[in-house]
Nanobody, 129 residues
Framework: QVLLVESGGGLVQAGGSLRLSCVVS????????AAWFRQAPGKEREFVAA????????NYPNSVKGRFTISRDGAKTTVYLQMNSLKPEDTALYYC??????????????????????WGQGTQVTVSS
């Protein structure tokens, strides 16, 4: 079993920044692809960012490209999402997700929540105008 615990959410004014963290523990002997998703009330879960096992490949939708950055630490125990220039429409519950694979999937499969094996509980991000 793999446990994911997100933190770092909060209330921020438009234009501000937050950094989310996802601590990965458990059976992590296998390589994994890590991703962030978000879900606002009344909306479907939305892909935000993904990073390959080695960290050299990343992917973002146009809605966050240039503003958000996904990264992972050297020990590969923590995944981060740096969020800059936040907008009210970024308000959502943000989830960390992991797929136990060394292969970085091609799009659009990368964006499919069903691809991911484990999920965190989420951390709330609220951006005020």
């Amino acid at each position: 079993q793999v446990l994911l615990v997100e933190s770092g959410g909060g209330l921020v004014q438009a234009g501000g920044s937050l950094r989310l963290s996802c601590v990965v523990s458990g059976r992590t002997s296998s390589s994994y692809v890590a991703a962030w998703f978000r879900q606002a009330p009344g909306k479907e879960r939305e892909f935000v960012a993904a990073i390959s096992w080695g960290g050299s490949r990343t992917n973002y939708p146009n809605s966050v490209k240039g503003r958000f950055t996904i990264s992972r630490d050297g020990a590969k125990t923590t995944v981060y999402l740096q969020m800059n220039s936040l907008k009210p429409e970024d308000t959502a519950l943000y989830y960390c997700a992991v797929r136990l694979s060394s292969v970085f999937p091609a799009t659009p499969r990368l964006y499919d929540p069903r691809l991911y094996d484990f999920w965190g509980q989420g951390t709330q991000v609220t951006v005020s105008s």
